[in-house]
């Protein structure tokens, strides 16, 4: 959690805050997505997190896809913007957010993959190997990547 996160609870406890996240449809050469088993939830979903005070969306989804991959991207290409009702959460602790969502189509990389604390497991999954526990909040960008949705999506 960033510091303006932080910032922002001390002020509103845990009343609903909005958040910009970028994330990563991130495609190797044999067309199979990465996805990325959280620790926190078990569920999956694709390499990503929250956009920084002055970081640009691009620089937040390369430096978020690092962290969490050791991936380095080189070049980006807007997959899809996405906003609406499936932006609203509520963590166990009772923070709520509305969640507007960057995603990015990567196919250009380099680095092997490496898991951190965030992480149970990474791996290159087929179209036809999604598992059916997706993050619930990005299950719609994974599902239209699936499904071939033309680019830039924007819901």
């Known amino acids: 959690m960033n510091d303006y996160i932080k910032v922002m609870r001390s002020m509103v406890g845990n009343e609903t805050i909005l958040t910009v ?20 939830f078990s569920v999956w979903g694709i390499p990503g997190g929250l956009l920084e005070l002055g970081e ?3 620089d937040a989804v390369k430096r978020e896809v690092f962290e969490e991959t050791n991936l380095t ?23 709520k957010v509305f969640s507007v969502q960057i995603i990015f189509h990567v196919t250009d990389f380099a680095g092997a993959l490496q898991q951190n604390n965030e992480s149970k497991e990474l791996r290159f999954l087929d179209k036809s190997e999604i598992p059916d526990n997706l993050n619930s909040h990005q299950a719609s960008f994974i599902l239209d990547w699936v499904n071939g949705v033309e680019m830039p999506i924007i819901k």
């Open 73 to 95: 991207i080189n070049k980006v290409r807007l997959f899809g913007m996405y906003s609406g009702e499936n932006g609203f959460a509520q963590y166990a602790n009772g923070d």
């Open 56 to 58: 640009t969306f691009e």
């Open 21 to 40: 996240g970028c994330g990563a449809i991130i495609e190797d050469k044999f067309g199979r997505i990465l996805l990325q088993k959280r620790t926190d």
